[in-house]
């Protein structure tokens, strides 16, 4: 497994703030020890993960004044972890692939897109996103097998906590 990068799902920075998806903080804690291990954040260089961050993610920055802690760990992954620009070809055979994979269930192109540079990245996909990424996941990891990334996966944060405790 690749431990230098990954790829974070904007519901997961999300549900930072939500007690009901956020249980035992596990969300604070996976932050926390992917900025202390100093993980880059891939995202797409076209820029489309990054614009949906700033759209979603800007409005809880400026909402929230007493999460202090929880604020600084959004702001280290929105601006100061390392970005992985990965150049994402829309009409090549590994999008295809993701684009299938993901038709049935009606993936927004987001979705499409957070998995297209997980998979080119070879990182891991983390994702609460149970009607799209997590419920296509094996399909996602047939079409990255078959672009030859061994260490791609799909998990929810809950999973990725258990994983890595």
């Not at 930072?16 to 903080?25: A, D, G, H, S």
Request: glycine residues 6%; contains cysteine; positive net charge.
């Amino acid at each position: 497994m690749r431990d230098d990068r990954i790829t974070i799902d904007t519901n997961v920075f999300q549900h930072l703030f939500n007690p009901e998806v956020n249980t035992e903080r596990h969300i604070d804690d996976l932050l926390r020890d992917w900025m202390r291990e100093r993980r880059g954040l891939c995202r797409d260089s076209g820029g489309r993960i990054f614009q949906e961050y700033r759209h979603i993610l800007e409005p809880i920055i400026r909402s929230r004044s007493d999460d202090g802690s929880r604020l600084t760990l959004l702001r280290y992954w929105l601006a100061q972890a390392q970005a992985i620009e990965v150049d994402l070809d829309q009409g090549g055979e590994l999008m295809s692939c993701v684009k299938k994979c993901l038709r049935r269930s009606r993936a927004e192109s987001s979705d499409q897109v957070l998995a297209g540079v997980a998979i080119e990245a070879d990182s891991n996909l983390v994702s609460n996103d149970k009607g799209h990424l997590i419920k296509n996941r094996e399909k996602l990891a047939q079409c990255a097998r078959r672009h030859g990334r061994k260490n791609f996966r799909t998990e929810t944060s809950a999973e990725s906590a258990r994983r890595n405790p």
